[in-house]
């Protein structure tokens, strides 16, 4: 897979530069961690307000790099239920899963926001975006939070995703751009990128 990006601000520019979708009014919502870089210089060069979404995958137990699902702050769920199927998991087992997630959705909410509150979303064209995307679903459970809050228009914009991804959420979001959909498997974010390191929450707040 190619190189495309020397870092996340890297991606971020590059996101910026291409994106055609509406930009007036505009809120862009980085999730945490890897899409705060992104989301940071998309806003700076866009003229756009700039803060954060945390969304957060629900783990497969014997698995937990791979998800079933997402969950948002407000408690929006998104299920993977075709997955769910497959791994047979009790309702039980996803409330207890979604729940602990839940909680650290929420102090991550905490550390990045204090006291804060969220901005009024009501009639702005928002964009959302990570450094990549994988199955989606964190993205999705995102997308529906956002959709509550009745903006102008919710796009999303990151960097690189698999094809099968991308038809998933072309059609839950007004405009979908991304720079590489790529069709190879496996398919890894990182692969992408030079710079690829685990961001702390230090980073993130610094970018905040």
């Not at 405009?175 to 685990?198: E, G, K, N, Q, T």
């Amino acid at each position: 897979m190619p190189v495309l990006f020397r870092d996340r601000e890297d991606a971020g520019r590059k996101l910026a530069e291409s994106y055609r979708g509406p930009v007036d009014d505009l809120v862009v919502l980085g999730i945490p961690r890897g899409g705060i870089p992104v989301g940071y210089h998309l806003a700076r060069e866009l003229g756009g307000e700039f803060d954060v979404l945390v969304a957060r995958k629900l783990p497969i137990p014997h698995n937990p790099e791979a998800g079933f699902g997402a969950v948002a702050p407000d408690g929006s769920l998104y299920l993977n239920e075709e997955m769910l199927r497959h791994l047979h998991l009790t309702q039980e087992q996803v409330r207890t899963i979604a729940s602990r997630v839940l909680v650290e959705v929420r102090r991550r909410l905490k550390v990045y926001r204090g006291d804060r509150p969220f901005p009024d979303l009501g009639g702005k064209n928002v964009i959302l975006t990570d450094d990549g995307l994988a199955t989606g679903y964190t993205m999705i459970a995102a997308v529906e939070m956002v959709r509550k809050a009745d903006p102008a228009s919710v796009n999303v914009a990151v960097p690189v995703s698999p094809e099968n991804t991308a038809r998933r959420l072309r059609p839950l979001v007004d405009h979908f751009h991304c720079l590489h959909v790529s069709d190879r498997y496996p398919f890894a974010v990182a692969d992408f990128y030079l710079d690829f390191h685990d961001l702390t929450d230090d980073e993130v707040l610094k970018y905040l």
